[in-house]
């Protein structure tokens, strides 16, 4: 207590910037999100120096790609500016509040039209870059919206692309960052024709084929794990790794799987296809009650029947 009154009568103050180690702000940055960092930066100009640091933004934007579960590659933290990684960090929390503030309640479709007039002082979207994916063949103008053959991976940068010829993978630049160059294919798998059976237009006589191609994308660590379904009568299903997106990326072919849908009354094409770590879900028919369970690692399927549960067939896959 003594000290105390010793140091106020000499006209001493503690700083809680400048006394406070540094390295206990950047930990205590370690564990905000990006807002309460920029919240942190605006308090004083000591604080917005001190953590306007590369290392602690590039923390800050792998602290957003998890909360928002973003592909982690989508940002090249190596190859960015500071002012680019802080302003794709703080992007996702920007663009909600902008909504919040801009949104409204449409509660009776009568009130529909009012979001259809347009803002004079709004700005209109202005296109930078443009990139043709070419639209899967065989395939008319009722093709499903769910199954497009394309797939943007969380964060922007990457984009699958299946049109059953062929399997790619698209760099299309870092999301919010004016690019440098244009998109590019940074792998592609072509398939022999043939392989995904009888996709053609009006394919036996049966008509249009108005089912795409179906696909389901996951991301792996710095990789993606890709699984592909399409055929009608016979569905070709493929699985396949991109082990690292920035460094060569090519695909690795993990297994094919031919599934005989003839017996289907109805769609006799792949209706769901999702990739759970090792194994794909895959239903056949717009009907069906029967689904596989793929494991493309050990070469092994399961069909189960819903409306019983129980397991109809566990059998190896042969090639």
Same mark, same amino acid.
């Given at each position: 207590?003594?000290?105390?009154?010793?140091?106020?009568?000499?006209?001493?103050?503690?700083?809680?910037?400048?006394? +406070?180690?540094?390295?206990?702000?950047?930990?205590?940055?370690?564990?905000?999100?990006? =807002?309460?960092?920029?919240?942190?930066?605006? +308090?004083?100009?000591?604080?917005? *120096?001190?953590?306007?640091?590369?290392?602690?933004?590039?923390?800050?934007?792998?602290?957003?790609?998890?909360?928002?579960?973003?592909?982690?590659?989508? &940002?090249?933290?190596?190859?960015?500016?500071?002012?680019?990684?802080?302003?794709?960090?703080?992007?996702?929390?920007?663009?909600?509040?902008? @909504?919040? *503030?801009?949104?409204?309640?449409?509660?009776?479709?009568?009130?529909?039209?009012?979001?259809?007039?347009?803002?004079?002082?709004?700005?209109? @979207?202005?296109?930078?870059?443009?990139?043709?994916?070419?639209?899967? %063949?065989?395939?008319?103008?009722?093709?499903?919206?769910?199954? !497009?053959?394309? &797939?943007?991976?969380?964060?922007?940068?990457?984009?699958?692309?299946?049109?059953?010829?062929?399997?790619?993978?698209?760099?299309?630049?870092?999301?919010?960052?004016?690019?440098?160059?244009?998109? !590019?294919?940074?792998?592609?798998? +072509?398939?022999? =024709?043939?392989?995904? =059976?009888?996709?053609?237009?009006?394919?036996?006589?049966?008509?249009?084929?108005?089912?795409?191609?179906?696909?389901?994308?996951? %991301?792996?660590?710095?990789?993606?794990?890709?699984?592909?379904?399409?055929?009608?009568? +016979?569905?070709?299903?493929?699985?396949?790794?991109?082990? !690292?997106?920035?460094?060569? =990326?090519?695909?690795?072919?993990?297994?094919?799987?031919?599934?005989?849908?003839? %017996?289907?009354?109805?769609?006799?094409?792949?209706? *769901?296809?999702? @990739?759970?770590?090792?194994?794909?879900?895959?239903?056949?028919?717009?009907?069906?009650?029967?689904?596989?369970?793929?494991?493309?690692?050990?070469?092994?399927?399961? @069909?189960?029947?819903?409306?019983?549960?129980?397991?109809?067939?566990?059998?190896?896959? !042969?090639?």
């Amino acid at each position: 207590m003594a000290s105390s009154k010793v140091a106020r009568l000499q006209g001493q103050h503690l700083s809680i910037v400048g006394d +406070t180690p540094s390295d206990l702000w950047y930990e205590i940055a370690r564990l905000s999100y990006p =807002p309460e960092i920029a919240s942190l930066q605006s +308090t004083c100009r000591a604080l917005r *120096e001190l953590l306007f640091q590369k290392s602690v933004w590039v923390a800050a934007l792998k602290a957003m790609c998890r909360q928002n579960h973003l592909f982690l590659p989508s &940002y090249p933290t190596e190859q960015m500016s500071l002012a680019n990684i802080q302003r794709c960090a703080l992007g996702p929390y920007i663009f909600k509040k902008l @909504v919040q *503030e801009n949104s409204s309640v449409v509660a009776r479709s009568k009130d529909e039209q009012l979001l259809a007039n347009v803002n004079p002082d709004s700005k209109a @979207v202005r296109t930078i870059a443009k990139v043709d994916f070419q639209k899967p %063949h065989g395939i008319g103008d009722g093709m499903s919206s769910s199954a !497009s053959g394309i &797939y943007l991976v969380p964060g922007g940068r990457f984009a699958v692309v299946f049109d059953g010829n062929s399997l790619a993978l698209w760099d299309l630049g870092v999301a919010g960052v004016r690019p440098n160059q244009q998109a !590019s294919r940074v792998a592609q798998v +072509t398939f022999a =024709p043939g392989t995904f =059976p009888a996709v053609e237009e009006g394919e036996g006589g049966h008509g249009p084929l108005i089912e795409g191609p179906r696909m389901s994308v996951r %991301h792996r660590g710095d990789g993606l794990r890709i699984a592909v379904a399409w055929g009608r009568g +016979t569905v070709i299903a493929k699985a396949f790794d991109v082990l !690292s997106v920035d460094n060569n =990326p090519d695909f690795i072919l993990l297994g094919t799987l031919a599934i005989n849908a003839t %017996h289907e009354e109805r769609r006799f094409w792949c209706k *769901e296809l999702e @990739v759970y770590d090792n194994r794909a879900l895959i239903t056949v028919g717009r009907e069906s009650r029967e689904f596989i369970i793929w494991n493309f690692v050990e070469s092994r399927f399961s @069909v189960i029947d819903a409306r019983s549960s129980q397991r109809i067939a566990t059998q190896k896959v !042969s090639i």
